[in-house]
């Protein structure tokens, strides 16, 4: 399993750049994440204006371009990923993050917004979004229009109109936030006990397992083995496998 430091690291060299609370922000956000087992990785923090237009030439043509005054930019193949341009989005003002759900090989990334990777019956994806608003960040997949799923952004109540004209932050906003990071920094994360149980084969003990959210979780061999079957890991495939020869 990877260790909170090892994720961290992943996502060090992405948060540069960040307005210093944003910042603070995203690394609450990925501590309290792993905390619930899910491990993620900021894939975008700030983008620069080329970056943005550069992004946003994605999937179109050099018309579309030219329509909205990026006759200068060429268009880029894959799919559209933005409608926005170079300084109409929070992310070329340090204020939004992108993640993923980051794999146990802690190289491999995801976007599946359905995965339980921590069989704890909820969508690894919504344990995150409700992480982070919790923290303070509005989540892209709550627009009405063009959701943004791996999106958060931090506005402080600012325009984006306002932030090109260089306004900043008001100190007391930002104040605030930094105070319900800290209050969340305190609280940690609540974690749900885990009920053990015994687990009997013919009324004889064989192993301990643990009662969660309903469901009852038992070490496959043990019970496997007492049964009088066989059992083989498959770790290319992460599968168990139980055989019991016929008689």
Known sequence: ML??????????????GLHSVVKQ??????ERSYDRGVPIVITQGLRSI???NAL???????TQ??????????????????????????????????????????????????????????????EVVEEAKK????????????????????TFGLSLSQLRVGV?????KVDAELNKINSLKKAGVKKVEQQKVKVLVNGKKVADGYLDGGSTYTPSREVAEALGASVRWDKENLTVHITKEEK
Request: net charge neutral; aromatic share 12%; hydrophobic share 40%.
């Open 25 to 30: 922000a995203a690394e609450l956000l990925i």
């Open 3 to 16: 260790t909170l430091e090892q994720v961290k690291k992943k996502s060090a060299a992405r948060l540069n």
């Open 65 to 126: 371009l030219n329509s909205v005054g990026l006759s200068h930019v060429s268009p880029r193949p894959g799919a559209i990923v933005t409608n926005a341009i170079g300084g109409t989005s929070y992310h070329n003002f340090g204020l939004a993050i992108d993640f993923a759900l980051l794999m146990p090989d802690g190289k491999n990334v995801s976007w599946d917004m359905r995965r339980d990777g921590d069989f704890d019956k909820t969508f690894d994806w919504l």
């Open 135 to 154: 923290i303070g960040f509005a989540w892209g997949g709550d627009w009405k229009s063009f959701k943004d799923y791996p999106h958060f952004e931090m």
């Open 56 to 62: 946003y030439a994605q999937g179109r043509t050099q």
């Open 168 to 172: 900043k932050p008001a100190q007391s």
């Open 50 to 52: 080329e970056e943005q």
